[in-house]
């Protein structure tokens, strides 16, 4: 399994942006050979998907919650994966999580059982 490791979470005031970094080591199949997919958790509430893009990148999922801010793109290193945030808003606090799936797609709702790899989470606080 790819490790995967999470950074570029802090704090940003409402209405600023943030870009995540999902970075893939130990093994020899490159995040581009995955599907990567951004989830959050926000405190007392259930993990939920925010972004989806699939391992040819011909297909990607987005939350509701989410459309028209938040965007998921690839590196040129072939091993990174970013969230764009824009226009984030407080109820955007959250754990961001990292998650990729080898030759993984995007489902309708990309439930988490679809990914085997995990990273540890970044915090990404929004103040009014």
């Known amino acids: 399994q790819v490790q995967l490791v999470e950074s570029g979470g802090g704090l940003a005031q409402s209405g600023g942006s943030l870009r995540l970094t999902c970075t893939a080591s130990?093994?020899?199949?490159?995040?581009?050979?995955?599907?990567v997919a951004w989830f959050r958790q926000a405190p007392g509430k259930e993990r939920e998907g925010v972004l989806c893009t699939s391992s040819s990148d011909a297909s990607s999922r987005t939350a509701d919650s989410v459309k028209g801010r938040f965007t998921i793109s690839r590196g040129t290193t072939g091993n990174t994966a970013y969230l764009q945030m824009n226009s984030l808003k407080p109820e955007d606090t959250a754990v961001y999580y990292c998650?990729?799936?080898?030759?993984?797609?995007?489902?309708?709702?990309?439930?988490?059982?679809?990914?085997?790899?995990w990273g540890q989470g970044t915090l990404v606080t929004v103040s009014s």
């Open positions: 130990g093994s020899a199949r490159t995040l581009d050979q995955h599907a």
């Open positions: 998650a990729a799936e080898y030759l993984g797609g995007c489902r309708r709702r990309f439930p988490e059982t679809d990914f085997e790899s």
